[in-house]
């Protein structure tokens, strides 16, 4: 009996060639489009722009936007004051919106960007306001007091002790929170137009260098006339 042998295939791994000749390819979603790489942002040199660039970009332009508008607010500005910002909610500051005068501009923006647009001007006399956190009140408007005294009543009835005034310029004088109550007292402008009258009526010593004085000296002087005029009446009834 003859004995058959069968030969059966061998079992040797595949080669390195044959391995490195394969490619897998993952199956393609049909849902999902392919990436494309014009639809990423670009720069003028045409390198793709990354996403911390483009944020950067936005965020120097709104930083350029509030300058322009502080410089905007300075113009025909007779007082600009820093109040304390911390601790006012939303409301408390919409609030207080409504209660100041027409002429009267609140604007929220950091000390760095409003000292960059008051620098080289006079009220760059303003510094000494540059720390913490500040709203900024810009008067357009001769009225003084008239702007200061609805804050000082929005202050007492909220009970916002700690949100005093930081400083104040006016005329190019820096006025510290102490010396706040120099400018609530100032007089009205019918006030020293009735004073001015006054004087007018009266002998006229000194009347022209007064009237060459800035305003502030002027208030003052007015006031001290007046005064040496009524005590002068005064002693004339006796």
């Not at 508008?69 to 007082?79: G, I, M, N, R």
């Not at 500040?134 to 007492?156: D, G, T």
């Given at each position: 009996?003859?004995a058959?042998l069968?030969?059966?295939?061998t079992?040797k791994?595949?080669?390195?060639h044959?391995?490195s000749s394969?490619s897998?390819t ?41 300058v ?11 007082f600009l ?5 911390k601790?006012l909610t939303?409301k ?6 409504r ?8 604007l ?14 006079p009220w760059?006399?303003l ?11 810009f ?11 609805p804050?000082?009543a929005f202050?007492?009835?909220?009970k916002l ?7 104040g ?8 929170p102490e ?6 007292s100032m ?8 004073k001015l009258?006054?004087s ?24 001290a ?9 005064g002693?004339?009834?006796?």
């Amino acid at each position: 009996m003859e004995a058959t042998l069968l030969s059966l295939p061998t079992s040797k791994p595949p080669s390195h060639h044959a391995l490195s000749s394969l490619s897998l390819t993952r199956p393609v979603n049909p849902f999902i489009a392919p990436p494309s790489s014009s639809a990423r942002p670009t720069g003028s040199s045409g390198k793709v722009r990354s996403p911390l660039t483009i944020r950067a970009a936005i965020s120097r332009s709104k930083k350029e936007e509030t300058v322009e508008s502080v410089k905007a607010q300075l113009e025909d500005c007779y007082f600009l004051a820093g109040i304390k910002y911390k601790g006012l909610t939303v409301k408390q500051f919409q609030e207080l919106r409504r209660c100041l005068p027409e002429k009267t501009k609140l604007l929220v923006a950091k000390n760095t960007l409003v000292y960059k647009a008051i620098e080289g001007t006079p009220w760059e006399a303003l510094k000494p306001c540059m720390k913490g956190m500040n709203v900024w009140l810009f008067v357009h408007s001769e009225e003084i007091p008239a702007a200061i005294k609805p804050y000082r009543a929005f202050q007492k009835e909220k009970k916002l002790e700690d949100n005093d005034f930081t400083g104040g310029v006016f005329e190019g004088k820096f006025y510290t929170p102490e010396e706040f109550k120099q400018l609530e007292s100032m007089p009205t402008r019918a006030e020293i137009y009735a004073k001015l009258l006054g004087s007018l009526q009266s002998p006229s010593i000194g009347l022209v260098s007064t009237l060459q004085a800035p305003a502030r000296e002027l208030v003052m002087v007015l006031k001290a006339y007046v005064q040496k005029l009524e005590e002068e009446g005064g002693g004339g009834e006796q």
